[in-house]
């Protein structure tokens, strides 16, 4: 079993600054990507970031040039620097670790944060 757990929310203004870490430990086996996915009420999941094993990174369309996540390897900690706030960027925010297995993927979630951004 993987625990994540995640730090970093808040409430902010808008154009401001927030950095979300989240740091994983347990039982990883194998290559991961490390992400943050966001919720805003009534809305659905959604992916905001990710970050390959290999170090690749992908952003949502929302959140390019605002946001930049980044890995601590040795820590199997994830950050996601969030910048230029806006109160659309409200939501709670979920750190997921996917463990990548010859024959499947494994998803680790971690309890969410909440970010809240005042206009």
């Known amino acids: 079993q993987v625990q994540l757990v995640e730090s970093g929310g808040g409430l902010v203004q808008s154009e401001g600054s927030l950095r979300l870490s989240c740091a994983a430990s347990?039982?990883?086996?194998?290559?991961?990507?490390m992400g943050w996915y966001r919720q805003a009420p009534g809305k659905q999941r959604e992916l905001v970031a990710v970050?390959?094993?290999?170090?690749?990174?992908s952003y949502s369309d929302s959140v390019k040039g605002r946001f930049t996540i980044a890995k601590d390897n040795a820590k199997n900690t994830v950050h996601l620097q969030m910048s230029s706030l806006k109160s659309e960027d409200t939501a709670v925010y979920y750190c997921?670790?996917?463990?990548?297995?010859?024959?499947?993927?494994?998803?680790?979630w971690g309890q969410g944060t909440q970010v809240i951004v005042s206009s």
């Open positions: 997921n670790l996917r463990q990548h297995f010859i024959l499947y993927e494994d998803d680790s």
């Open positions: 970050i390959t094993w290999s170090g690749s990174t």
């Open positions: 347990g039982n990883i086996f194998s290559r991961y990507d």
